[in-house]
Structures are given as structure tokens and as C-alpha cells.
């Protein structure tokens, strides 16, 4: 294990190496631990883990794989603790690289599970009824975009996440301070990624634990769909500007590598949002009546998008169905109620005198 102080430069270093970071301790009691994502681009979650009276509480936990959890167990024993004790784990949000663990966790060493309520309420949300109803409202939603057969039939693998009958332990919401005696832990909402996304912000330490409201070099993924919020890009933006107003912390984000400037971050992913906005705008007047498929096809993206997998496209297409919903709610565009629906500038004729 490494005890540093720097600003993620070994992280940094790892990333651009395509390594695994090593296991650091941040600062006294608190350590960053890498945990594999196998067969994934982005290769690991980083797990933090804080020394609390009676043992350890972590943010995140990893994917449900054999070796995420040995990855886990054996950066925590780096550490100087044993697996066995972990009390609490805060989740920032509910997908499978952050909360996938959790329960193996729960089981081996009892300890509570804590998440915001909308992710409490969508973890509940896992019977074969609902899944069945899922994939029934995920095909009806992607054939209003207009995709293709084969991205909509990607959906399907994806719906199963989590066993059912799981919960939640401790429901945390905007503000809540977590009960880790020697942390000054508050729970920021910040929904867009997920609805229930959560930061942590540390006052005391000048930290904030940012998930994937904010990585260091992508944007993440925002996506309308039926279990997703109404406006995903509308929450996200104030979400971002709500984080420029947070106390200029040290961003710890849960892939990637750290870094300074929670407030520079922000504003860059508000302006980059802001340039596909207007991408996408400009995409509706050259080629009204189109859907969000065929605007999605239109549109740049960072590889050509008949490259990426259908799971991929599917993610592409929900993505620019969110700013075309922000688009729609400025006035600026309007669909048809064909299915699948069709987008066209709002006409803004002058009244004939
Ligand atoms: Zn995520
Ligand atoms: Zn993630």
C-alpha cells in the first residue's frame, strides 16, 4: 500500500497506463481501493474505505464478480483491516460496479447497506412481474425512438440486475450525514446518471466523493428511459451547477483517477452539454421529421456509431433522446405522436397581418 498526499498522480499514471491503480491511503483512515470491472473499458471502481470506531465503512463496493470481491478483501487487508470489518456501506448509485457486491458483503460480514430512497425504491422494484413489465415498457419506450429491431432486443440483457427481495438498510437522503464517528460525511443528492445518484461531502477533510456525477475525463451517461426520471439532462445540469456552489473540494470520483477543481469539473460538463444541445438542435433543422434514432445516426460521437454494440447504440440513442427532451421543454423543438415520434423545430411563424 501507498500512503500519499499527492493529487492522484499515481492514479492518474495507472489510468494512462491502462493499470490498476494501487491501493493509497488519501488520508489518515481513509484509503482508495481499486476493484476490477472485468471486461469493461473503464476496468475499476474505486472503493474508499474509512476507519470508524468499531472498523471500516466504505463508499461502494464493486461488481458481483469472484474477482472484484477478491480484489476487495485483499485491498482492504492492504489496509490493515480484514474484510470482516466492515460495518456500513454507503452506494452512490445503483448500478452493478458500485452497489454489485453489496449484498455478497451484507451476507459475509453483516454490514448495513445505505443508499438514497429513489435507488431504495428501484432496488425493490425486482420481482419477475416487474422485470416482465420492464421489458415490456424498455421495448414500447425504444420503439417510440425509433430504433432499430436489434437495439431494442438488446435491452432485454440487461434488465435482470439484482436478485429479488433485496433492500436497502439505512435510506439516506439530501443532507443526511452518515453515522461514521471521526467523519463529517453529508449525503448531496445529485440525480442525472441515476435518480438516486449520491455525492459525499466531507467539509472537515475537503472532500467530495463524487460517484459518477462527475469523472475527471468523461462525461457520464445520461439516459431518458422508463426507469430513469422524467427530464434525466434537465436534473443533471442542476445538479452540476448545484455542485458549483459545493465548497471547492478535492473530487474523489468512483472510476478513473481524483483531482482538484469540483467547481471547474462542473462548468465543463455544463458547457459540453450546452455544445450538444446545440448539435442536436442544428441535426433537427436540417433534418426535420427525423427520430431519435436517425438523430442519434446523424450526430458525431467519440467512435463511429455503426461500430458500437446494439447495448451501446441503445445507450447512444437514450442519450440524445435526453437532450432532445430539454430541447422540447425550452420551446425550442416539438415531437409528433406517431410512433416512432418525430422531432422538428418548433415553428415560430410571424402572424400574418
Ligand atoms: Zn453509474
Ligand atoms: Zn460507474
Known amino acids: 500500500m501507498i500512503v500519499t498526499d499527492d493529487l ?12 490498476l491503480p494501487p491501493v493509497e491511503q488519501i488520508r489518515p483512515g481513509l484509503w482508495s481501493i481499486p476493484v476490477p470491472m472485468p471486461r469493461n473499458p473503464l476496468r475499476y471502481v474505486l472503493v474508499y474505505a474509512f476507519a470508524i470506531d468499531d472498523g471500516l465503512a466504505l463508499i461502494d463496493v464493486g461488481m458481483d464478480t469472484e474477482e472484484s470481491w477478491n480484489a476487495l478483501v485483499d485491498g482492504i487487508a492492504d489496509t490493515g483491516h480484514h474484510i470482516s470489518d466492515v460495518r456500513y456501506a454507503a452506494i452512490t448509485h445503483l448500478h452493478p460496479d458500485h452497489f454489485g457486491l453489496a449484498p455478497r ?37 425504444l420503439v417510440g425512438l425509433g430504433a432499430p429491431p436489434e437495439v431494442v432486443e438488446a435491452e432485454r440483457f440487461a434488465l435482470v440486475r439484482f436478485a429479488p427481495g433485496e433492500s436497502a438498510d439505512v435510506v439516506l437522503n439530501h443532507g443526511t450525514t452518515l ?11 445529485t440525480p442525472g446518471h441515476t435518480p438516486g445518484h449520491l455525492a459525499f461531502l466531507d467539509r472537515d477533510h475537503d472532500l467530495l466523493f463524487s460517484g459518477d456525477h462527475m469523472l475527471p475525463r468523461i462525461s457520464p451517461n445520461i439516459s431518458s428511459g422508463p426507469d430513469e426520471l422524467p427530464d434525466p439532462l434537465h436534473r443533471y445540469l442542476l445538479s452540476l451547477h448545484a455542485t458549483t456552489r459545493l465548497p471547492d473540494c478535492e473530487v474523489l470520483p468512483a472510476h478513473e483517477y ?18 450538444r444541445l446545440t448539435e442536436i438542435r442544428d441535426t433537427v433543422e436540417a433534418r426535420p421529421e427525423s427520430t431519435a434514432w436517425e438523430i442519434t445516426v446523424a450526430v458525431t460521437w467519440s467512435r463511429p456509431i455503426d461500430t458500437l454494440s446494439p447495448r451501446l447504440q441503445r445507450l447512444a440513442v437514450r442519450e440524445t433522446q435526453a437532450h432532445l427532451i430539454v430541447l422540447a421543454d425550452r420551446g425550442e423543438i416539438r ?3 406517431g410512433i416512432p415520434a ?12
Open 335 to 337: 415531437s409528433d405522436s
Open 179 to 189: 453515522d461514521l464517528p471521526g467523519w463529517n460525511l453529508e449525503a448531496v443528492w
Open 258 to 275: 481524483r483531482f482538484r477543481g469540483a467547481g471547474e469539473r462542473a462548468r465543463q460538463l455544463m458547457a459540453h452539454h450546452d455544445a
Open 8 to 19: 492522484g498522480i499515481l492514479q492518474r499514471e495507472a489510468w494512462a497506463a491502462g493499470t
Open 105 to 141: 458483503l451484507r451476507e459475509t460480514t453483516g454490514a448495513a447497506i445505505a443508499m438514497h430512497a429513489a435507488e431504495a425504491v428501484a432496488l425493490g422494484h425486482q420481482t419477475p412481474a416487474d422485470v416482465d413489465a420492464d421489458v415490456e415498457a424498455w421495448r414500447v419506450d
Open 342 to 353: 418525430r422531432w422538428s423545430l418548433t415553428r415560430t411563424d410571424t402572424k400574418e397581418k
